[in-house]
């Protein structure tokens, strides 16, 4: 919704979901929001059992299936280039000087993460990075091209497999140990941690943590979240769950 709330008039929008399964009716609800802008959507599906031999993250509300973004290549066959963001962040702007961004020469362009910058006994310290700036993977312009080029697919597995005991966010971490100095730098407003203290107007604001807005609505930026979840089919049943579970605490 925020996307298309914030999408330029002329920019025409496609988006690819990449799920283990959403049901009918939660389709026709999300296509519903064409009455804000025309998109186009597809639906595709990836079997769990290709992620089995990726270990889950350490963190409970990180699910497994956040490991399908190995296969976007695959998925997206016939793109090149595209933006990749997590479920749990709202755009607050134009995304198009993030699809601008010249990306040739790199696997995918992301925000440094903040968390191994201010806390410098972290996990990282752990990962065969060779000098590499580790970046957060909530939000990536991914080069689809140069994936095939270099069969990186092939290489997450390998990288999972290999270093599979330092991985404490698998997903982001095989990213980051398979991209190294391969991966171009975003500014931070591209990817606003609202756990961390910033100074910037945000571009896409990211609940990375285990706090959601949707679970706990008096958290920083949370109002911009119920804004756009009132243009949504999803509205009343997301503050219906808010109510049972504070309730039932």
Not at 58 to 79: D, E, G, V, Y
Not at 182 to 192: D, M, R
Not at 230 to 248: H, K, M, R, V
Request: glycine share 2%; with cysteine.
């Amino acid at each position: 919704c925020s996307i298309l709330k914030n999408s330029h008039k002329d920019i025409d929008l496609f988006f690819y979901i990449l799920t283990n399964g959403i049901s009918q009716i939660n389709k026709e609800k999300i296509a519903l929001l064409k009455y804000i802008k025309y998109f186009s959507i597809s639906y595709i599906f990836i079997d769990e059992t290709y992620i089995s031999d990726i270990p889950n993250s350490s963190q409970k509300h990180i699910k497994n299936c956040t490991n399908f973004r190995f296969f976007t290549a695959k998925a997206l066959q016939n793109i090149d280039k595209c933006i990749f963001l997590d479920a749990d962040l709202i755009v607050e702007s134009n995304l198009l000087d993030l699809w601008n961004t010249d990306i040739d020469d790199y696997f995918m362009a992301c925000v440094p993460d903040m968390y191994p910058r201010i806390y410098k006994d972290n996990w990282t310290n752990n990962l065969p990075l060779n000098g590499s700036i580790y970046v957060n993977t909530g939000v990536c312009l991914f080069n689809l091209k140069k994936w095939r080029e270099n069969n990186v697919e092939q290489k997450f597995f390998i990288n999972s497999a290999l270093y599979y005991k330092l991985l404490y966010y698998p997903d982001q971490d095989i990213l980051n140990i398979t991209f190294q100095n391969k991966i171009k730098y975003l500014n931070e407003q591209w990817n606003t941690i609202v756990m961390f203290k910033h100074n910037h107007i945000p571009q896409i604001i990211h609940w990375a943590g285990y706090e959601k807005p949707w679970k706990f609505p008096n958290i920083i930026y949370a109002d911009k979240f119920w804004f756009y979840a009132q243009f949504t089919a999803f509205y009343e049943l997301i503050l219906f769950d808010n109510i049972i579970a504070n309730n039932n605490n």
